[in-house]
């Protein structure tokens, strides 16, 4: 039990999180976030653990790394694995979420905790060191005075690079006698809608893609794009061909009135449970309202679509890890404070929250004089923290979990046997480790 609140500065995916771990151990919260009183410029929603980007936390298969990731959550209590869960929708072998109930729900059960105090309040300064650990959640759109504050206190400049939010259109306004349903490879209806081209339609929609208006970037701002969240008109600018081998690839879609895959295709995955809502899949981009308008509707199927949500880019701050971070992710200049979600350097809703989750551990345990913990590495929670921790600071990147990121494997196997194993070795490793640290 802590009796002196533990405060947590940011009410989004890791701030939740941690506030859930350390609640549930019995300790004391006060979790501090500044909305509705304040926006960021991607934020709209009052409620706590709003989400911006997509409503896709990637693939459940366990035998892929943010799936692996996803299980070993799971096992340590991840309140948002539990909601996302309770409030998924269609989306093939992917854990989507309706992104509205997903909010409510976590914002029901953070304000039900008996544990945990909400604070509408906007913190713009860190505060001063205690005995009481201090973890700082602010998420990828931190405000100036904070980012500045932690500038500051690591002795380095933030980093930032930009995400770009997909467009999302309403069901009713698409052309169902053009768009067909079907996954990938998959036998039956499948959970994605998809939007067929020829070369003819493809060549016009590139070509439109790549004259249409962008938003122009700020005197301040440097275009350092998160390689997997790329906007649709950066990847095009890579070559002509770029877009039909990325996220408009036809393969294993072939269109029922022909029988054959097209040309190229635009996926739409379903947005919220009730089907009134499908989200452009890859199609992060930083194309001009009017422009995401005229081009989008070039696509077969979109030639009338409704957009209940355009594109957007949105900075993304950051510490460089290996420079920053502890293993237990305190600060090396101040280790009463801890980081978690994407200030760390990891990237996605997955990775973010599973931060906070070990922040939160973390953070309980400093509070009652226990020594933090580090996952093992074979585990995906333990690889991300490998990757924050041990890069080179001169080439540190943020990453999303992906097997790269784990100790190699010393065994010969078959290729497509690689993911079972890690699998099976990681599990092994963290229950091993949830025993000895009495998790």
């Not at 350092?224 to 600018?237: D, I, K, N, Q, S």
């Amino acid at each position: 039990m802590t009796t002196t609140p533990i405060t947590i500065i940011g009410g989004g995916l890791a701030g939740c999180e941690a506030a859930w771990q350390i609640a549930r151990r019995g300790g004391q919260v006060r979790l501090y976030d500044m909305k509705p009183h304040r926006f960021s410029p991607a934020h709209h929603s009052p409620d706590l653990a709003e989400l911006v980007c997509s409503n896709s936390l990637r693939s459940d298969d366990r035998n892929s790394g943010v799936g692996l990731l996803k299980e070993e959550m799971r096992r340590l209590d991840s309140l948002l694995m539990a909601v996302a869960e309770e409030t998924r929708v269609p989306a093939g072998k992917a854990l989507a979420v309706d992104r509205a109930q997903f909010a409510a729900a976590v914002t029901a059960r953070i304000e039900g905790q008996p544990n945990i105090t909400i604070d509408r309040n906007e913190i713009t300064t860190l505060p001063e060191p205690t005995t009481t650990p201090l973890i700082m959640a602010t998420g990828p759109l931190t405000s100036d005075p904070l980012a500045a504050a932690l500038a500051e206190l690591t002795g380095a400049k933030h980093l930032a690079f930009y995400d770009a939010i997909a467009p999302i259109v309403t069901a009713d306004s698409l052309d169902r006698t053009v768009i067909y349903q079907a996954s990938r490879y998959d036998d039956g209806p499948g959970d994605y809608l998809n939007c067929p081209m020829d070369r003819e339609q493809y060549l016009t929609f590139i070509t439109a893609l790549a004259a249409g208006a962008k938003v122009p970037l700020k005197d301040f701002e440097e275009p350092r794009y998160f390689e997997g969240c790329l906007p649709v008109e950066v990847m095009l600018a890579r070559g002509d061909d770029t877009l039909r081998f990325g996220p408009m690839k036809p393969v294993g879609l072939p269109d029922p009135r022909t029988g054959r895959d097209p040309y190229a295709v635009v996926q739409l995955r379903m947005e919220n449970r009730e089907g009134t809502t499908y989200n452009l899949v890859g199609f992060q981009t930083k194309l001009t309202y009017q422009a995401q308008t005229e081009v989008f509707r070039l696509i077969p199927g979109l030639e009338r679509a409704e957009f209940a949500r355009l594109g957007s880019i949105h900075r993304n701050t950051f510490v460089c890890g290996p420079l920053v971070l502890e293993p237990t992710l305190q600060c090396k200049m101040r280790p009463d404070l801890l980081l978690a979600g994407q200030l760390t350097g990891v990237e996605g809703y997955v990775e973010s929250t599973a931060m906070g989750l070990l922040a939160g551990i973390n953070g309980f345990r400093l509070a009652t004089g226990l020594a933090p913990v580090t996952p093992p590495p074979e585990t995906a929670l333990g690889s991300l923290i490998v990757h924050l921790t041990s890069s080179d600071p001169k080439h540190f990147q943020p990453s999303n979990i992906n097997f790269g990121l784990f100790p190699p494997i010393n065994l010969k196997m078959p290729k497509k046997n690689r993911g079972a194993y890690r699998a099976e070795q990681a599990l092994l490793a963290l229950e091993n480790w949830r025993r000895t640290a009495a998790l």
